[in-house]
């Protein structure tokens, strides 16, 4: 059955093993509805659509994002540089000096790699990498409290949900820590810090609010202020921007101004593949690699191959023309407009449907920057159901994703990847076909 013409999207798409198994499940189903005195409609395009149904659902596929979100973290977050990922290939394809010290010819750490680089970039005296942000910041908290029962203050304006479950609190719990919260949802001032200082207090804990922002009558204490009171102050900037932009609290701003421990993510503004980073004071960073959970999360070496590449276009000053979260940002809403009205010239030529291009808005996504607008343009499609006409797009070859608005469906050019284009323009023609 697979020599047959018609399967081969099929075995070309998700390979022969898996196309095989579904069709045979398909076929299973089919005698099965037969045995029990059904008559389904048992022709070769209908069993080969079936099939195509149940293995879209299998594993990782390329889809297009024309959402306009850029670290859209249903979609993957950051995707990587060229440089990048040549260093995964390379890291995956042979072997490596991931724990080995090529001058002595003993055993070394993958703890050690990416730290000079880390070091540079933020000013801070040693580094350590895990799997992702929540667990260096839980396991930065499990390392400084040491004892289960030391107690860590927090604000209560600052008591956040990322999403995905990570709730502050809970990570407190699960660090061992007791949570002490200072203050009111809207203002926390240093002298509520100082009140709740007592023996028992063993660090602070900094939060930045990530993806909602507290307007109006609001007050907080920074990082400088609250490592006045001469206690560990851990500083959790998630979204790990090495660049200022916008209000976007950067890595070096902690570091500089006394955090012993500063933790963010590798896959949001930083550009970079999913990792945790904690940088600080080497006796902090110390405990934290020696702490039992580090190896429950660490990084695994492609993860490190690709967080180093990425480092490195910022140590040569080509972060923003090399990574592409960091284009996406920044380029010029002109150069949109002009991507927008080729692809729609394009989508135009394919389609008897309305096509146009309005001025939109992008976002940086991710739980960053929330009310930071960039301007964008966007490629509408009308003169049909857009629910549907978006579910259509979802099942393409390569799936496009773009978004309901105003009755028509949008896709923004800004978060489009090279290629891209070519995809959109082939599921469009493809419509209804
Ligand atoms: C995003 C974020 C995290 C979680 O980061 P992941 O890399 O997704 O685990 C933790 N803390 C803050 C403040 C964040 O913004």
Known sequence: MLRNPATEPLVERHGRASATAAIRRVLEGLRREILAGGEPKVTEEAVIQVASKLLAGYGIRRVVNATGVILHTNLGRSTLSQRAVEAVTEA???????????????????????????????????????????????????????????????SRGQLI?????FRIPEVLALSGARLHEVGTTNRTRLS?????????????????????????????VGVRELSSLGLPVIADVGS?????????????????????????????????????IAV??????????QHPLARAVRADKLCLATL???????????????????????????????????????????????????SSVARSGGGTL??????????????????????QLREAEV???????????????????????????????????
């Not at 090529?102 to 040693?126: F, I, K």
């Not at 949900?161 to 479950?165: A, F, L, N, P, V």
């Not at 509520?192 to 907080?220: C, K, M, P």
């Not at 600080?280 to 690699?289: F, H, L, P």
Request: some cysteine.
């Open 280 to 289: 600080g004071e080497s006796r902090w960073i110390s405990a934290m690699r």
């Open 192 to 220: 509520d810090y100082e009140r709740a200082v007592d023996e028992n207090t063993r660090a602070i804990l900094w939060v930045h609010q990530s993806n909602f922002e507290t307007v109006g009558f609001s007050e907080s």
């Open 240 to 276: 790990g921007a090495l660049v200022p932009l916008d209000r976007e609290p950067t890595v070096q701003h902690a570091v500089r101004n006394g955090a012993v421990l500063t933790t963010f993510s590798g896959d949001k503004l930083l550009g970079g593949p999913q990792a945790g």
């Open 308 to 358: 180093e590449a990425t480092l490195i276009a910022y140590l040569e000053g080509t972060a923003r023309e090399e990574l592409p979260t960091l284009q996406m940002i920044h380029a010029p809403a002109k150069e949109m407009e002009e991507k927008a009205r080729k692809l729609a010239d394009e989508l135009s030529r394919a389609t008897d449907l309305e096509v146009d291009v309005a």
């Open 92 to 154: 995956a394809t042979g072997y490596s000096n991931l724990e080995y010290d090529l001058a002595s010819g003993r055993r070394g750490s993958r703890y050690d790699h990416a730290v000079p680089l880390l070091r540079e970039l933020t000013g801070a005296e040693d580094a350590l990498v895990v799997n992702n942000c929540a667990s260096a910041t839980l396991l930065a908290l499990a390392a400084v409290v040491g004892e289960p029962g030391g107690e860590v203050i927090v």
């Open 399 to 433: 799936p496009v994703v773009g978004r309901v608005q105003e009755g028509r469906l949008w896709l923004d050019v800004r978060t489009l990847l090279p290629g891209d284009e070519t995809n959109i323009v082939k599921a469009v023609e493809a419509l209804g076909g």
């Open 161 to 165: 949900e990322i999403g995905g479950g």
């Open 370 to 391: 929330p009310t930071y607008e960039i301007p964008s343009f966007a490629v509408r499609i009308g003169g049909t159901d857009a629910e549907d006409l978006a579910k």
